[in-house]
């Protein structure tokens, strides 16, 4: 589950948890600003904020506030450093500065509905529809301030049903993408099976333009029963702004598939957006090992940015 959607349920039924936020990063560090952990008074924690020792000095702090049962938000520094003061070294040596915001407490009627930008400081947390200035940390002699545009997590729309898919899309979830399933096909087990899809579609090939944004943020997998399911899907496909196109075939189907393709006038250009094999080359065989190649391809296009 999403750390923040998390602890605001946990808030919102009365429970202890804090949230933990990477709210500045320089140099090496583990995690990326922004990235999130629910920590639970005893042995549950949703999310990560780099791992490592440092995560542990973190759940430990984060826990201690909850017995002592703080309220107010506070920001920590650690040095991956081994010649950091004691009170700031993390445990680590990568050479980089994190600073984490805890958050303890948020009342249990906060205003979610519109949380499109969150503000941390030391007074508590709260949402607005009104976007900050800037984003990240700000801090001055007395006061601090951590801002970030929340937004929804980029959408990996896979079309094809069976098992590659079904392994594909648990490990994407659990990257914080969204997954939406399209296939033609009624009553395939592997798509009634897949609880990890944010939704799931039934629909004939031929038409499916209208189901993919074509914002430039879209992330396509084409990975059908048939090559003529991925050459009718691909040829929708490719006029689209997208950011990332791969296509799962062996060498004669993506063959047949590219030379259909030029014959409805698609250009070399075109084609060449097209990841096809798809995923990173690292001899996958099996569908956990082709989800694992797939995945990784994604991560290094959204890293990429």
């Known amino acids: 589950m999403n750390p923040l959607n998390y602890f605001l349920e946990l808030k919102k039924n009365g429970s202890q948890a804090v ?6 990063t320089r140099g090496s560090c583990p995690g990326k600003t922004g990235s999130k952990m629910t920590v639970l008074p005893n042995d549950g924690c949703t999310g990560s904020v780099g791992g490592g020792s440092m995560e542990f000095r973190v759940i430990t702090l984060a826990r201690k506030m909850m017995e002592q049962h703080e309220n107010k938000p506070r920001i920590v520094s650690f040095e991956h450093s081994a010649d950091a003061a004691p009170e700031e070294r993390s445990g680590l040596i990568c050479a980089g500065n994190q600073k984490i915001v805890l958050v303890p407490y948020v009342p249990p009627d906060i205003q979610t509905e519109n949380k499109k930008n969150i503000f941390v400081d030391e007074t508590g947390m709260r949402f607005s529809e009104e976007p900050p200035e800037e984003t990240g940390l700000s801090v001055s002699a007395d006061s601090w301030l951590y801002t970030e545009k929340l937004s929804d997590p980029p959408t990996v729309y896979i079309f094809g049903g069976g098992h590659c898919s079904l392994a594909l899309t648990p490990v994407l979830n659990s990257l914080n993408l969204r997954v939406v399933v399209i296939d033609n096909r009624e009553h395939v087990w592997t798509m009634a099976e897949n609880i990890w899809a944010w939704k799931k579609t039934v629909c004939d090939y031929k038409d499916v333009s209208s189901l993919v944004n074509d914002n430039g943020e879209a992330l396509v997998v084409i990975m059908t029963a048939s090559h003529t399911g991925d050459a009718a899907v691909l040829s ?70």
């Open 19 to 24: 949230l933990c936020i990477v709210a500045e």
């Open 236 to 305: 929708q496909m490719l006029p689209k702004k997208l950011k990332y196109l791969g296509m799962m075939a062996s060498k004669t189907t993506g063959k047949f598939v590219m030379d259909k393709m030029r014959s409805l006038g698609f250009s070399k250009s075109d084609l060449d957006k097209v990841h096809t094999p798809v995923g990173i080359p690292i001899g996958s065989q099996t569908p956990a090992e082709i989800a694992i190649s797939i995945a990784a391809e994604i991560v290094k296009v959204l890293n990429a940015d």
